[in-house]
């Protein structure tokens, strides 16, 4: 409890200056508010009366009640806004005079106080010059004491900061009154500002006569600087607060909000005049209000309750809306809960799209357990990591059973070996797979067909299609594939038997083709060579009939026409120089013959061709060749066309272009399609393939490829 010593006269007498103000005075430069006074001298006198008087007539709040006790040496208590810890006493005899030793010891005393200050004390009189200057003011502005007595405060200043400061002070000055906190900017003796508060009380002479002020000057340069960082801080955290996407709100230990940014109003409607009487009830469904309250005021009580929750709210308009919210508990300086801060997302769209999720993996798994396909997952390395239910009909394994294994488990031997170079690159090289011929995926992705044999748990031999696509995970890191297998045991069953046909159908085709070329060349060819002959006897035994002469040679001319036709069609039907010379000569042969009879140019090249061809391939793309480009020459609209045969160790590709006026190739089949379907059907028997790219009026390109030995490239992981 702070004591201050004052000189008194005794029976309460004061020499010099009343100490009551002055008493008050000392504790207000020390920024406490209203003082409740009580003394132990009995009564007071008039003098200490006139003091207090004036003190509580400048500043009525200040001086909240003055309480008398018993007579005996004066004590005056300073009891400070309202709390007893913050009680100051001033005590003094009142029956002698302070010797001159103890004005002495007290004068020390008080010049140590203000020597040991961070404050700087001082003195002006009534003009504002100052007469007093504490030592502080070289540590503070770099000024000597002697260098600032006689000159004012507004000396110090810049003369802008001078006219403000005075157009506060003079007001206060011409009342006589105190003052305290005024913030006001001077110049350090090195050139740069230094920020003071200034805190001051006035000078009364013993008749009440005003003489001056008497004050402090505390240095709060960092404070101030401080003060301005924190207040940036704030903007800018404020204006990121209201930037945020996140509606923001704190409210406090009852619930009621006491901040909210704007796009917590907009996205609930309000005004921001609505803002002191919200609370929990007027946005929070009332299904979800009493268990949010609950968790509110357990939080308030420090209990550990969920931070992140989802609820739904309601706008003023009745709409309702989901919510994802994140609260955090706001203390105060001394660590004690006095609210909560929220974080609000409107996450109405992301639970409708959950919703739309939920029920689309509800129907896909409807869909899956209906379906007679096996739907699979794989890791990046082959192991299946989901099996569908189909696999109990399909090969008689549990689910949970085929996890972990590969494709290549399940295959017999001969076909795991078969496919296991291929089974590899899916998976170092993923790339989507169909079992649909001819459907491209992506720009440069060619989908491939994976028929493999696989072995059931009984032991029995199917044959399985495998479509699937790559799964790639965010980082696009390759994590496997995702597909659907079908049994085709009995369709390729089917199709062998069609294809049996088929083969038998074209060989018997073939065959009677060669029968009829042959007859034509040796039976048809041969007699109308012997009627030219004998035409030719008649004409030389009517040499005295020129005009039959005439009609015989005419007659002889379209016999020889006839026999050129009959010669090419025997060609067609079956080409000779095919079984005796392969496939290049004969299709040399063919471009050449086509070109000499339709008047078109046909430019033929071949690179890689080996002399000898299996029959069933080289006769297959010889039929090809004919179609297509008689074909082309009947419908393109052009004169110019080009073939070429490209062979390899693996396969031979026969391609002929136009530049005519293409066709749409649906529309083609579907029209004239015999050709093409014709085409397709020959490939097919040897495992070629056949691809068309027509547009209208863009040409016609047409490959088919037949290779030279089966190849293990039809194969996927599935």
């Known amino acids: 409890m702070p004591v201050a010593n004052w000189p008194t006269h005794g029976n309460g007498g004061w020499s010099g200056h009343s100490p009551i103000p002055s008493f008050l005075n000392w504790i207000r430069l020390r920024g406490y508010g209203g003082i409740l006074l009580f ?105 000597e004491p002697s260098e600032i007595i006689g000159r004012t405060p507004f000396d110090l200043m810049a003369p802008d900061e001078a006219l403000r400061v005075a157009s506060i002070f003079n007001p206060i000055a011409a009342e006589r009154k105190t003052f305290w906190g005024l913030r006001n900017v001077n110049l350090h003796k090195g050139g740069h500002p230094v920020v003071l508060e200034t805190n001051g009380v006035p000078i009364l002479d013993s008749d009440g006569n005003f003489s001056g002020y008497r004050g402090f000057d505390r240095d709060v340069t960092e404070r101030d600087r401080a003060e301005m960082d924190l207040r940036k801080s704030e903007e800018r955290f404020r204006r990121v607060v209201e930037h945020i996407g996140d509606a923001v709100i704190a409210d406090n230990l009852n619930g009621h909000i006491v901040f909210a940014n704007d796009r917590f109003l907009k996205l609930f409607g309000f005004s921001r005049e609505q803002l002191p009487t919200l609370g929990f009830e007027n946005y929070i469904a009332p299904e979800y209000r009493e268990q949010l309250i609950d968790r509110h005021y357990r939080r308030m009580r420090g209990e550990d309750v969920p931070t992140h929750f989802e609820y739904e709210g309601v706008r003023t308009d009745g709409t309702r809306i989901w919510l994802e919210v994140d609260v955090v508990p706001v203390t105060d300086s001394e660590g004690k809960i006095i609210g909560t801060q929220s974080a609000i997302r409107d996450i109405t769209e992301r639970r409708r799209a959950e919703r739309a999720i939920q029920e689309s993996e509800q129907r896909l798994r409807h869909l899956i357990e209906v379906s007679s396909d096996w739907i699979f997952e794989t890791n990046q390395s082959g192991a299946y990591t989901y099996a569908g239910p189909q696999c109990r009909e399909l090969l008689g394994y549990e689910p949970k059973e085929l996890l972990g294994k590969t494709a290549l488990d399940l295959m017999p031997a001969d076909e795991a070996d078969r496919v296991r170079k291929e089974f590899k690159s899916f998976y170092a090289e993923p790339r989507p797979v169909s079992g649909e011929e001819g459907v491209r995926v992506g720009k440069n992705s060619r989908v491939i067909t994976w028929e493999t044999k696989r072995v059931r748990k009984d032991g029995r031999i199917v044959v399985w299609e495998t479509s699937g696509i790559p799964i790639f995970d965010k980082n696009k890191e390759f994590r496997g594939y995702r597909g659907m297998i079908r049994d085709i045991t009995e369709r390729k069953q089917a199709e062998d038997a069609l294809a049996s046909i088929g083969r038998r159908l074209i060989e018997a085709h073939e065959e009677e083709r060669t029968r009829i070329g042959r007859e034509l060349h040796d039976d048809i060819n041969q ?139 649906l529309e083609a089949l579907t029209r004239q399609g015999i050709g093409l379907i014709s085409m397709r059907e020959r490939l097919q028997l040897v495992k070629g393939e056949l691809s068309i790219q027509s547009n209208s009026g863009g040409g016609t390109t047409i490959r088919a490829r037949v290779p030279l030995q089966e190849s293990a490239s039809q194969a996927l992981a599935g």
């Not at 004068?107 to 203000?114: A, F, G, P, S």
């Not at 004998?534 to 020889?560: G, W």
Request: aromatic share 6%; charged share 25%.
């Open 39 to 143: 003394a132990t001298t009995h009564p007071w006198s008039s003098r200490e009366m006139g003091s207090l008087n004036r003190v509580k007539a400048q500043k009525p709040q200040y001086v909240i009640g003055l309480t008398a006790r018993c007579r005996q040496k004066c004590r005056l208590f300073a009891e400070v806004d309202g709390c007893p810890s913050r009680v100051f006493v001033m005590e003094w005899d009142t029956e002698q005079e302070p010797t001159g030793q103890a004005r002495r010891d007290s004068e020390e005393r008080l010049r140590q106080q203000i020597s040991t200050s961070n404050d700087w004390a001082w003195e002006v009189d009534p003009h504002a010059v100052y007469t007093y200057v504490g030592p502080q003011c070289l540590r503070i502005l770099g000024y």
């Open 527 to 665: 007699r109308l060579a012997l009627l030219t002959i004998e035409l030719d006897l008649c004409n030389q035994k009517l040499s005295s009939s020129p005009e039959l002469q005439e009609l015989i040679v005419h007659a002889q001319q379209r016999i020889h026409e006839i026999s050129t036709d009959v010669q090419t069609l025997s060609h067609r039907l079956h080409s000779s120089k095919l079984d005796y010379l392969g496939l290049a000569t004969a299709a040399n042969s063919f471009c050449r013959e086509l070109s000499e009879k339709s008047g078109v140019s046909i430019t033929f090249s071949h690179t890689g061709i080996p002399p000898t061809l299996p029959k069933e391939v080289s006769l297959c793309l010889f039929r090809v060749l004919q179609e297509a480009l008689q074909n082309a020459v009947k419908h393109s609209g052009v004169k110019d066309f080009t073939a070429d045969l490209h062979g390899t160790s693996k396969a031979i590709e026969l391609t002929v272009t136009d530049r005519g006026r293409g066709f749409e190739e």
